[in-house]
Every structure is written in structure tokens, then in C-alpha cells.
């Protein structure tokens, strides 16, 4: 099965490419290093001529009311040459619980990214993912100063990125849900928790104070997975953080 990958130089579309070509599929990772931009759709057609499947992986560059204009134009741009090309299947990486914090700019160009795709004339699966392992770090660094990391106690259930990938994989190779699937981390954290792990195993002295007004979390209920048929992933993240 011949795979266009796109946003397949990135933190997760590098292993979804990795992943579909050691099942035995052709996966070509396409982004804006590699000539192909989804905003003017420059190289788009090319890179998706051939391909049984598109995998979507681009993300904004901003989280700011100007996401809502990258998802829509970029949406419209790959639908349109999908279309052209005879695709059979198109995949979107999501988050989480994403309809339930439509106060975030962000998150409401999301479900607009997931509702362009619904209208659309192409057969398509939606893999919806938890915050990631990976991301934690960052997030930590957005309510810090050289003291202090203010967190909220909001219920997170992080997952690594290489199960992420993982799950988008098996979607990809599969035939299209014309529907969503959850994955997410096996461990549920409240974020303030999960801040005083990382920083213990960092060797960071600072300390974490618990604030439910603190950074984009705090207008989040959560990404704990509580719906039936959700997909568990079998990372830890103490563990991750160990080897990490």
C-alpha cells in the first residue's frame, strides 16, 4: 500500500513512516523540507499522486484564533488534491477530548480540522491522542519561573509518541473507520503530580504549586479516556521518563 505522509519529518510523522515501511507498505514522509507546502499547495499534487492513503500529521505553527485559517486552508488544499489523485483513505491526528474545551482558540480549529474532514468526499479515520510524553517538559515551562512551576490538578493520561505513531499506523494500514479513535497513555496523573515527577527526575529543586488558573490545562477538563473502546498504550511514563 503506497502511503503519502504528510508533516512526515516531524516528532510523530518520522515514525509513522518508519513504522508503515517495516510493515511492508510505501510510505513517503512529504513536508515543507521536502518542497511540499500544504498553504499554497505547492508539490501537494505530487506528493500525494499514487498514494492509496494520505496521513495528515501537520499541525499549526500558532495556537492563537489563527489556527482556525491553517486547518482550514491546509484541509482544503489536501482534500482537493487527494480527491484528484484517488485516494481511498485520509487519516487526522487529533486530541483528546478536544470538543470539550471549545473556549481555546486552538482546540476549535480542531474540531474544525475534524469537521472539514467529515464533510468531505473521501473515506477517513480520526486517531485521537493524549498529551504527550515528550511535550511534558514544555508544558511545565509555560507557568515556571526560576523558582515555581504553577500547575493545575487537571487529570492527564500521557502517552509516548512512539505508541501515538503506533496507533496512527495501524489506522492507516486498515480500512477507514469513518470515525474516531482514542488512544492514550495506561496511567492517569493530576498535572501538578506530574510536575513534581519530572522534577524529581531531573534533579530540578524547584518547586510545583498547585493553581487551577495556570496555563492552557486550566481550561481543559482533562484527557483521561473514560469512553468505551478506547485504545490503551502500553508506555508507562516513569518509565519513559527513566530512559529518557
Known sequence: MQCAVIGGTGLIGSRVV????????????????????????????????????????????TFDDASAGFFRTSMDNLLAAS??????????????????????????????????????PIPYSIVRATQFMEFVQEVLSWTSDDHTVRLPSTPIQPIAAADVAAAVSEVAAGAPLNGTVDVAGPDVYPLDELGRIT??????????????????????????????GARLAPTHYEDWLARA
Open 83 to 120: 480527491g484528484k489523485a484517488g485516494v481511498r483513505h485520509f487519516v487526522v491526528l487529533s486530541i483528546v477530548g478536544v470538543d470539550q474545551a471549545q473556549d481555546l482558540d486552538y482546540y476549535r480549529a480542531k474540531v474544525l480540522q475534524e469537521d472539514i474532514l467529515k464533510a468531505g
Open 18 to 61: 518508519d513504522d508503515l515501511n517495516a510493515a511492508g507498505h510505501r510510505a513517503t514522509p512529504h513536508s515543507l523540507s521536502t518542497g511540499v507546502d500544504i498553504l499554497t499547495g505547492k508539490g501537494l499534487d505530487q506528493a500525494v499522486d499514487g498514494a492509496e492513503v494520505v496521513v495528515n500529521l501537520t499541525n499549526s505553527p
Open 199 to 228: 522534577l524529581a527526575a531531573k534533579g530540578d529543586g524547584r518547586g510545583v504549586v498547585t493553581d487551577g488558573a495556570a496555563g492552557m490545562f486550566a481550561a481543559v477538563r482533562g484527557d483521561v479516556l473514560t469512553n468505551r
